[in-house]
């Protein structure tokens, strides 16, 4: 059994870690590229649909609250290049959220308990199942002025906005707009499985799988079951502070067409703030998460559709960090490695992560449990000799 130092961390920093980033970053900014022009089209056929360009606190719903866009710009000045659409999940897979225009003003109302209704319309004798937690019903009578577009019946059944035909609408546009953009030596429709909108991109390093999801961003409200910050943290003021808080759910959620009939709520813009000032104080966090990714990638779980992404160790930073808050914790790099690999075995072996901010669903709820025991294997390996692997 060999460990490996602080000098070994960096070394594989900069050989490994750094390389895997100029890549990505290429790739990431070619796909950007490709996807704005193609949004961009899509908005010109069906303005529902906006450019990614327009993702976020640029979002022309927001022209009229400079304050939000100013306090958005000051918190991520010089830490984020990538466009806020888009999530890496592994360097071969991205997920990019396409906006939706004329859905504002989103207010808290009762909604209608039972559906009745299948995707064509016709009627059913037993409901259509409730949405599990991290999902909702959305309807129209949820935003205070919804723009008479969104009254279509290709989009919506009953009153609801329906998540399944606002995905088949944008997938008929998208295979018209890769024509008419002259991109079909670039990107290709890729056959999927369930709600799922998914290309393939050529970039000048690899060939990238990028799911597109409309999304419909909601500015200065928080979901009620969204219980965050927890009570521990209020009362005890730990990570983040009550004023990051405070600050982070001003910037809102994501509703995003992942599923037939409900909508996933989506936290990126919070995930994104969080990521990005996770190290003001001059800690290690980020440096740690960015070697555990990579020894996820290399060797615990690699291929371009793992059942451990980028997204589940983000999560499992921001656990460790709400647990760990102080500086003092963050300063032994090798020391911080090894715990967030002890935790994420923990959580793989038991085949269990709390999402961050709705605490009561398990985000390995419906992973493949042999792929995780697999994976649990290979980590508890690491832990055994790790100057095998990092060295």
């Given at each position: 059994?060999?460990?490996f130092?602080?000098?070994?961390?960096?070394?594989?920093?900069?050989?490994?870690?750094?390389?895997?980033?100029?890549?990505?970053?290429?790739?990431?900014?070619?796909?950007?590229?490709?996807?704005?022009?193609?949004?961009?089209?899509?908005?010109?056929k069906?303005?529902?649909?906006q450019?990614?360009?327009?993702?976020?606190?640029?979002?022309?719903?927001?022209?009229?609250?400079?304050?939000?866009?100013?306090?958005?710009?000051?918190?991520?000045?010089?830490?984020?290049?990538?466009?806020?659409?888009?999530?890496?999940?592994?360097?071969?897979?991205?997920?990019?959220?396409?906006p939706?225009?004329?859905?504002?003003?989103?207010?808290?109302?009762?909604?209608?308990?039972?559906?009745?209704?299948?995707?064509?319309?016709?009627?059913?004798?037993?409901?259509?199942?409730?949405?599990?937690?991290?999902?909702?019903?959305?309807?129209?009578?949820?935003?205070?002025?919804?723009?008479?577009?969104?009254?279509?019946?290709?989009?919506?059944?009953?009153?609801?906005?329906?998540?399944?035909?606002?995905?088949?609408?944008?997938?008929?546009?998208l295979?018209?707009?890769?024509?008419?953009?002259?991109?079909?030596?670039?990107?290709?429709?890729?056959?999927?499985?369930?709600?799922?909108?998914?290309?393939?991109?050529?970039?000048?390093?690899?060939?990238?799988?990028?799911?597109?999801?409309?999304?419909?961003?909601?500015?200065?409200?928080?979901?009620?079951?969204?219980?965050?910050?927890?009570?521990?943290?209020?009362?005890?003021?730990?990570w983040?502070?009550?004023?990051?808080?405070?600050?982070i759910?001003?910037?809102?959620?994501?509703?995003?067409a992942?599923?037939?009939?409900?909508?996933?709520?989506?936290?990126?813009?919070?995930?994104?703030?969080?990521?990005?000032?996770?190290?003001?104080?001059?800690?290690?966090?980020?440096?740690?998460?960015?070697?555990?990714?990579?020894?996820?990638?290399?060797?615990?779980?690699?291929?371009?559709?793992?059942?451990?992404?980028?997204?589940?160790?983000?999560?499992?930073?921001?656990?460790?960090?709400?647990?760990?808050?102080?500086?003092?914790?963050?300063?032994?790099?090798?020391?911080?490695?090894?715990?967030?690999?002890?935790?994420?075995?923990?959580?793989?072996?038991?085949?269990?992560?709390?999402?961050?901010?709705?605490?009561?669903?398990?985000?390995?709820?419906?992973?493949?449990?042999?792929?995780?025991?697999?994976?649990?294997?290979?980590i508890?390996?690491?832990?055994?000799?790790?100057?095998?692997?990092?060295?």
């Amino acid at each position: 059994m060999s460990s490996f130092t602080d000098e070994d961390l960096d070394h594989y920093l900069q050989n490994q870690v750094d390389l895997r980033h100029r890549q990505v970053a290429k790739s990431v900014e070619d796909v950007q590229k490709i996807i704005k022009d193609l949004t961009a089209e899509v908005s010109s056929k069906d303005a529902r649909f906006q450019s990614i360009a327009n993702s976020g606190v640029h979002n022309t719903s927001l022209k009229d609250q400079p304050a939000l866009v100013a306090k958005w710009a000051a918190l991520l000045r010089g830490r984020c290049a990538y466009n806020p659409a888009l999530q890496v999940l592994t360097p071969t897979l991205y997920l990019i959220s396409v906006p939706l225009r004329g859905l504002m003003g989103c207010k808290q109302r009762r909604a209608r308990q039972w559906r009745y209704y299948t995707l064509s319309g016709s009627r059913l004798l037993s409901p259509v199942r409730e949405p599990e937690k991290v999902y909702q019903w959305l309807e129209l009578e949820s935003f205070i002025n919804p723009s008479q577009e969104w009254h279509d019946a290709h989009m919506t059944i009953e009153g609801d906005i329906v998540p399944a035909k606002v995905l088949n609408v944008f997938k008929e546009h998208l295979e018209t707009s890769i024509k008419t953009c002259g991109l079909t030596n670039k990107v290709s429709m890729l056959e999927s499985v369930g709600s799922v909108v998914l290309v393939a991109v050529e970039t000048s390093e690899a060939q990238i799988e990028v799911e597109l999801v409309p999304t419909v961003e909601l500015m200065n409200y928080w979901p009620k079951r969204a219980r965050w910050p927890s009570l521990a943290l209020r009362l005890f003021r730990r990570w983040p502070s009550a004023e990051r808080a405070r600050c982070i759910k001003s910037f809102g959620f994501n509703l995003m067409a992942t599923s037939n009939y409900h909508w996933l709520l989506s936290f990126s813009r919070a995930e994104q703030v969080l990521i990005s000032n996770i190290d003001e104080d001059g800690g290690c966090r980020k440096k740690c998460y960015r070697v555990v990714r990579q020894l996820k990638e290399d060797v615990w779980c690699p291929g371009s559709k793992p059942v451990i992404t980028a997204y589940h160790l983000q999560t499992l930073l921001f656990w460790t960090c709400e647990k760990y808050p102080c500086t003092r914790y963050w300063r032994d790099f090798r020391g911080c490695v090894l715990r967030l690999v002890h935790k994420l075995y923990k959580c793989v072996s038991q085949h269990y992560l709390r999402h961050y901010f709705v605490r009561s669903h398990n985000l390995l709820k419906y992973s493949n449990r042999n792929e995780l025991d697999d994976v649990a294997k290979k980590i508890n390996s690491f832990l055994y000799n790790p100057g095998a692997y990092v060295h």
